[in-house]
């Protein structure tokens, strides 16, 4: 395909993504104005339309975001394809999808609980009432449990196997020492120093040293110029519009009015959904040191979060589908079938782990809601689904183990040998992207190089970088028990420090 053609069709697709925004209205609005001026001239219009976007920093902006939101994949592609390229995965994903909505049709079931009901009109006043301070409120949530946790995810990966690889032709034994066993392509440190050049021990990092540049790229509103910036870290006080600019967040009254319509939705209907969020927060961010105090802001996104069915959109390059459920009187009839929930996505054991450290950069609900949405259709939803993605949780869990099994032989040698597959250990923390981990400060750092490279492989390179710093400890360990205690506690750890010496000081 030569330039001119992907080019096309990657206008293509923004347009087609584009149609029925607010801001596709305002485009042709103001194309259809311009028609008009005697200064506009056919033979000149391409020149005019350059001429306008570059000095259209919003417009560009949200063509900066949806690009970096496309699949890459053939335009002739099969629509599966651009959700998984790779048929044993999407196999994957599908079955891991029919279990957990068996474990939530069973639970609905077994309790008593419907999935989803209309509450009636003093339950609604009261929820109203008590919108701002729904911590206060302490539900029976003992008969819900979580509808599947991290480690029952972590299994289904470690089982996954391509049937048409054959092992026996890898060069290396050390390709079994790990316990993702499928051949993704994942790169290693030369090729990651290349690709995080900003990174190296030279560079200053913080974005302490560049405050008037941050303020600059503020000013001018410019998507890409904000990514660049958040390479080298985002000072303290510009981060939020930083972030909010990288990922288009705008907050504009039509952002807000559909936060309020959420909220409404929410006030409406009770999910039995909303027990999962209700006790996952109780179970870790109530007990979180850091993020407790948010617990209202929390329930606030994620009830609101739930009822969003602009959610489904990221579905078409997710390669999870959203479960469905029939009317009741209605199962088997295609006609009856409604995604459930309307977002599409079950929350797990964790799931608000991904909103608390954004409640230290917003607090007005619809910001904070809009920017974990577009956090999370970017980057978070790859954690909790099967896919061959350089973002994906299996790559980042085979990126990890070969770091390892590359740079640090022995180490992992040995914890494998003392049944502790450092996998076991550090994949709890990149399921959640370090999030109740690091110390908040340390974790915004490390989201800022998420946004800033536009990838989750940094939590790899990470994970791995805790474990070369700890070695010398954890060569001394028989246990699995006793390599966990040493690496119970992140909080002290200096994240860019850590990334950095093992990037660029690891000898290779």
């Given at each position: 395909m030569d330039e001119g053609t992907e080019l096309s069709l990657t206008i293509a697709h923004i347009v087609q993504r584009l149609k029925g925004s607010h801001l596709h209205s305002q485009i042709e609005r103001q194309a259809k104005e311009c028609l008009h001026q005697p200064e506009i001239k056919l033979e000149s219009l391409r020149e005019d339309v350059r001429s306008f976007l570059k000095t259209s920093g919003g417009h560009n902006n949200v063509s900066f975001c949806y690009i970096h939101s496309l699949p890459l994949s053939h335009?002739?592609?099969?629509?599966?394809?651009?959700?998984?390229?790779?048929?044993?995965?999407?196999?994957?994903?599908?079955?891991?999808?029919?279990?957990?909505?068996?474990?939530?049709?069973?639970m609905s079931t077994e309790l008593g609980v419907p999935l989803a009901r209309m509450r009636p009109a003093v339950e609604q006043k009261e929820l109203t009432n008590k919108w701002n301070e729904m911590g206060t409120d302490e539900p029976d949530l003992s008969r819900f449990?979580?509808?599947?946790?991290?480690?029952?995810?972590?299994?289904?990966?470690?089982?996954?196997?391509?049937?048409?690889?054959?092992?026996?032709?890898?060069?290396?034994?050390?390709?079994?020492?790990?316990?993702?066993?499928?051949?993704?392509?994942?790169?290693?440190?030369?090729?990651?120093?290349?690709?995080?050049?900003e990174l190296n021990l030279t560079t200053g990092q913080l974005g302490i040293d560049d405050h008037c540049l941050s303020c600059l790229v503020v000013v001018e509103q410019d998507s890409a110029a904000a990514q660049q910036y958040s390479r080298q870290g985002c000072s303290t006080g510009l981060r939020a519009d930083l972030w909010a600019l990288i990922l288009n967040s705008t907050n504009q009254s039509q952002d807000m009015m559909h936060y309020e319509q959420l909220?409404?939705?929410?006030?409406?209907?009770?999910?039995?959904?909303?027990?999962?969020?209700?006790?996952?927060?109780?179970?870790?961010?109530s007990n979180d040191d850091y993020y407790f105090v948010f617990e209202d802001f929390l329930y606030q996104v994620l009830l609101c979060f739930s009822r969003d069915t602009a959610?489904?959109?990221?579905?078409?390059?997710?390669?999870?589908?959203?479960?469905?459920?029939?009317?009741?009187?209605?199962?088997?009839?295609?006609?009856?079938?409604?995604?459930?929930?309307?977002?599409?996505?079950?929350?797990?054991?964790?799931?608000?782990?991904?909103?608390?450290?954004?409640?230290?950069?917003?607090?007005?609900p619809s910001k904070l809601y809009s920017v974990f949405r577009e956090m999370y259709i970017r980057y978070f939803f790859r954690l909790h689904s099967?896919?061959?993605?350089?973002s994906g949780i299996v790559s980042l869990?085979?990126?990890?183990?070969?770091?390892?099994?590359?740079?640090?032989?022995?180490?992992?040698?040995?914890?494998?040998?003392?049944?502790?597959?450092?996998?076991?250990?550090?994949?709890?923390?990149?399921v959640r992207a370090f999030s109740g981990y690091l110390s908040t400060d340390q974790l915004l750092?490390?989201?800022?190089?998420?946004?800033?490279?536009?990838?989750?492989?940094?939590?790899?390179?990470?994970?791995?970088?805790?474990?070369?710093?700890?070695?010398?400890?954890?060569?001394?360990?028989?246990?699995?028990?006793?390599?966990?205690?040493?690496?119970?506690?992140?909080?002290?750890?200096?994240?860019?420090?850590?990334?950095?010496?093992?990037?660029?000081a690891t000898a290779i």
């Open positions: 335009p002739t592609a099969p629509p599966e394809h651009l959700k998984e390229p790779l048929a044993y995965m999407r196999k994957a994903q599908a079955s891991w999808e029919k279990r957990v909505f068996k474990s939530l049709n069973s449990r979580p509808v599947y946790a991290p480690k029952d995810f972590l299994e289904v990966l470690i089982s996954l196997r391509n049937p048409n690889h054959d092992s026996s032709e890898d060069v290396s034994a050390r390709s079994h020492w790990g316990l993702i066993q499928v051949p993704l392509n994942v790169r290693d440190i030369p090729q990651l120093r290349q690709a995080y050049s909220k409404a939705g929410v006030i409406q209907h009770d999910l039995l959904v909303d027990n999962l969020i209700y006790k996952d927060v109780k179970l870790t961010a959610v489904l959109e990221h579905f078409k390059y997710n390669s999870a589908t959203p479960p469905k459920s029939y009317i009741q009187g209605k199962v088997g009839d295609g006609d009856c079938a409604v995604v459930y929930p309307p977002n599409g996505v079950i929350p797990f054991h964790g799931f608000s782990m991904y909103v608390a450290p954004l409640c230290f950069l917003y607090n007005e099967i896919s061959s993605s350089p869990c085979l990126q990890f183990e070969r770091l390892l099994q590359t740079h640090l032989p022995q180490l992992f040698y040995h914890l494998r040998q003392i049944g502790a597959q450092p996998l076991r250990i550090a994949y709890k923390w990149m750092l490390l989201w800022d190089r998420i946004l800033g490279y536009d990838s989750l492989e940094v939590v790899a390179v990470l994970a791995a970088a805790v474990f070369a710093f700890r070695a010398e400890n954890l060569m001394e360990v028989t246990s699995l028990a006793s390599a966990e205690a040493i690496l119970a506690d992140l909080s002290t750890l200096k994240v860019m420090p850590l990334i950095q010496i093992f990037l660029f």
